[in-house]
T-cell receptor, first 112, second 110 residues
Framework: AQSVTQLDSQVPVFEEAPVELRCNYS??????LFWYVQYPNQGLQLLLK??????LVKGINGFEAEFNKSQTSFHLRKPSVHISDTAEYFC??????????FGAGTQVVVTP | DGGITQSPKYLFRKEGQNVTLSCEQN?????MYWYRQDPGQGLRLIYY???????QKGDIAEGYSVSREKKESFPLTVTSAQKNPTAFYLC?????????FGQGTRLTVV
């Protein structure tokens, strides 16, 4: 069975500071990995995804994530956050046929 | 444009009533899902369907029912057996390499 663990439920960060959101997964088979963002009262939007190839993945809005197979991690980073990055972030995995498993989410609160 | 449409955006229900949430997609995806979201609890899977006329229970299926008569449609019924239905409901569809979400329906029991 696969599972996704987001290690931080809430991350406070100052504007223009860097942020890292941690995600670990467990799976007995190869998976695809994703990060989604959710703004209040909206659906989830894809930030980035890892399918294969380079382990450093760049996404929208200046976010990037690194796939680490040995540590079964897929941490999300941004070098300098903006107020508009305040949102909830979800890590997810999918199996080959497409069923998705989501983590519990990390709330990022950016303050001036 | 292709996407997922959930309706209505806000829904109010009296206790003891059944209510159906609509979800339609024109992405030609086989897989569709319903999630429930409560504050601080992330996304919890209610039901999912991999193909027309087939669906499986997720982690919190009690008090809910679904149908999948068409590829494009995956409606969710919240029955009176669901004791705490007030929540934000998200529908999604997926292909192997990405999941797409609707904008959600906020259900409130009054």
């Amino acid at each position: 069975a696969q599972s996704v663990t987001q290690l931080d439920s809430q991350v406070p960060v100052f504007e223009e500071a860097p942020v890292e959101l941690r995600c670990n997964y467990s799976s007995s088979v190869s998976v695809y990995l994703f990060w989604y963002v959710q703004y209040p009262n909206q659906g989830l939007q894809l930030l980035l995804k890892y399918l294969s190839g380079s382990t450093l993945v760049k996404g929208i809005n200046g976010f990037e994530a690194e796939f680490n197979k040995s540590q079964t991690s897929f941490h999300l980073r941004k070098p300098s956050v903006h107020i508009s990055d305040t949102a909830e972030y979800f890590c997810a995995v999918s199996l080959s046929w497409g069923k998705f498993q989501f983590g519990a989410g990390t709330q990022v609160v950016v303050t001036p | 444009d292709g996407g997922i449409t959930q309706s209505p955006k806000y829904l109010f229900r009296k206790e003891g009533q059944n209510v159906t949430l609509s979800c339609e997609q024109n992405l030609n995806h086989d897989a569709m899902y319903w999630y429930r979201q409560d504050p601080g609890q992330g996304l919890r899977l209610i039901y999912y369907s991999q193909i027309v006329n087939d669906f499986q229970k997720g982690d919190i299926a009690e008090g809910y029912s679904v149908s999948r008569e068409k590829k494009e449609s995956f409606p969710l019924t919240v029955t009176s057996a669901q004791k705490n239905p007030t929540a934000f409901y998200l529908c999604a569809s997926s292909r192997t390499d990405e999941a797409f979400f609707g904008q959600g329906t906020r259900l409130t029991v009054v």
